[in-house]
């Protein structure tokens, strides 16, 4: 699985044995090149595996070597999954877990000659495990081999004092551990990049304004209905002549108020639910399997809620499923 942050920057993860059936170089192209990332761009990999194929490994550290790469030991990094872990510019240890290194090993049957091939390619195998090691854990060949004639199991404190590994990746909270991430989105459930939230506020702080610039135009034309309404009284009382035409004048009138009422209600609850979002977006989402079943599905909140004629139905609808509505509501 492979995700894209906004810079175009990538998160991988290589959770798996390495081979053709699980982690393997052929899908982990076919991931690079349809999202998009660029080469050289930051790549951080994340890495659970037993190891498997050496050469499938080799392959996806070829692979892996055209980013700017930092490893990311979820759990545990061995034998040919730490070769794709130490061949990173950056590796990091989560607390718990374990890097292993190892001599190769393979299966043979055949006469005598086969198994000799056999131990002399697993040589050359090792040998140029051993030219990877070495970018980490320093020009000293024998102690390498040796480590691997041990098959040497590293803790997160005993890599990074041979140099395998450079520090440990802290427990963080999902706000510290996504850099850029500082708010909640309540209307769409999910955390947001800084300028994803500068622009949320921009957005929420226009909508605002716009409400309140409305509220004072509707304002203003009730007052002049108001006035207009008032006229038209006095011109009733003065000419009962024209008594009905008067009244069907004062109707028209009274419709076009009642219009401008609702439309100022309206906007009043639009700047509220606009408001409530605002306030809402430090505040967690219910996200849990409970959560979930509980929660009502609208084809449209915002419409069902504006449908709602009843004035105490209406507010008790809105206070209960605010961040639908807020979802739902028309933008601009």
Excluded at 280 to 294: A, L
């Amino acid at each position: 699985m492979m995700t894209l942050d906004k810079d175009g920057n990538g998160t991988l993860y290589l959770y798996g044995a390495i081979s053709e059936w699980e982690v393997n170089a052929k899908d982990l192209n076919r991931t690079l090149q349809s999202s998009g990332i660029e080469k050289g761009a930051g790549l951080e990999i994340h890495i659970h595996s037993p190891g498997g194929d050496v050469f499938e490994g080799v392959t996806i550290m070829s692979l892996l070597s055209e980013y700017a790469t930092i490893a990311v030991v979820d759990g545990l990094a061995a034998s040919a999954a730490s070769v794709i872990a130490m061949s990173c510019d950056k590796v990091e240890m989560r607390e718990g877990s374990q890097m292993m290194i190892h001599n190769p090993w393979s299966i043979a049957i055949g006469e005598s000659k086969e198994m000799r091939k056999t131990a002399d390619l697993l040589d050359s195998i090792r040998d140029q495990m051993v030219g990877v090691y070495k970018r980490r854990l320093g020009d000293d060949e024998d102690k390498i081999k040796s480590m691997l004639d041990d098959e040497t199991w590293l803790t997160p404190d005993e890599a990074i004092e041979i140099g395998a590994c450079d520090a440990k990746r802290e427990k963080q909270l999902v706000a510290a551990m996504l850099p850029n991430v500082c708010k909640l989105d309540a209307s769409k459930s999910r955390y947001l990049y800084q300028p994803e939230a500068d622009e949320y506020d921009q957005r929420i702080s226009a909508e605002l304004t716009s409400s309140y610039d409305q509220l004072a135009k509707n304002a203003q034309e009730i007052a002049r209905l108001t006035e207009e309404r008032n006229e038209l009284q006095k011109s009733l009382d003065a000419e009962s002549a024209n008594k009905q035409d008067l009244e069907a004048s004062i109707a028209e009138t009274d419709t076009a108020l009642q219009a401008a009422r609702k439309e100022v209600a309206d906007l009043k609850e639009h700047r509220d639910i606009a408001v409530r979002a605002a306030e809402s977006r430090h505040q967690p989402v219910d996200t849990t399997e409970d959560g979930r079943k509980n929660a009502p599905t609208f084809a449209n909140a915002y419409e069902e809620y504006k449908s709602i004629e009843d004035g105490e139905k209406r507010r008790e609808f809105f206070r209960t499923h605010q961040n639908e509505i807020f979802k739902h509501q028309p933008k601009g």
